[in-house]
């Protein structure tokens, strides 16, 4: 059975780097990795995605290696604010079943 | 512009019972996937619907059924209600499909509660 796993949780201080892995073992070859964070009581917001390689956006890296059986979402520089959990989705099998790994609970500390 | 929206934000059903939950996608967004969030867990995809034809289905019962309307909005609804079902329901809408893309747009949710 595929599965999407990340690590539970993660604590960091303002200011550094966090990089969180996903791993995927079932990725649909055609689709993208996409990252999101949700804070508590809304829904996810889309942070970023990517084939493969890396891409880069205003606010986070995406590192995704050649068999793309996982991905690392990189946060620069991390503020109190980023204290969220951060979910990889992918398309599995065919490309017709989204599954999100089970977040990653990031604590930003002082 | 506005978001994602859905109604109800909370509701209480009985077990047994029929729930419909609405959403209304982006403005020129097509599709429309539902996705069911028990507290402390990953959302889990329960339907992906684009032209008002269904395009990915999770593993959920039958139970859960979904359309979505020549306006794009879509309804899910869900039958014969357990206590298991009491979740935080998840609209999200995108411009479309089949691109490789999973770039969604979230509402707020639907709390359902069972009782």
């Known amino acids: 059975l595929a599965k999407t796993t990340q690590p539970i949780s993660m604590d960091s201080y303002e200011g550094q780097e966090v990089n969180i892995t996903c791993s995927h073992n079932n990725i649909a070859t055609n689709d993208y990795i996409t990252w999101y964070q949700q804070f508590p009581s809304q829904g996810p917001r889309f942070i970023i995605q990517g084939y493969k390689t890396k891409v880069t956006n205003e606010v986070a890296s995406l590192f995704i290696p050649a068999d793309r059986k996982s991905s690392t979402l990189s946060l620069p520089r991390v503020s109190l604010s980023d204290t969220a959990v951060y979910y990889c989705?992918?398309?599995?099998?065919?490309?017709?079943?989204?599954?999100f790994g089970g977040g990653t609970r990031l604590m930003v500390k002082p | 512009d506005a978001g994602v929206t859905q109604s109800p934000t909370h509701l209480i059903k009985t077990r047994g019972q029929q729930v419909t939950l609405r959403c209304s996608p982006i403005s020129g967004h097509k599709s429309v996937s539902w996705y069911q969030q028990v507290l402390g867990q990953g959302p889990q995809f329960i339907f992906q619907y684009y032209e008002k034809e269904e395009r990915g289905r999770g593993n959920f019962p039958d139970r859960f059924s979904a359309r979505q309307f020549p306006n794009y909005s879509s309804e899910l609804n869900v039958n014969a209600l357990l206590l298991g079902d009491s979740a935080l329901y998840l609209c999200?809408?995108?411009?479309?499909?089949?691109?490789?893309?999973?770039?969604?747009?979230f509402g707020p949710g639907t709390r359902l509660t069972v009782t």
């Open positions: 989705l992918v398309a599995e099998g065919a490309g017709n079943m989204l599954t």
């Open positions: 999200a809408s995108s411009h479309g499909v089949g691109d490789g893309s999973y770039e969604q747009y």
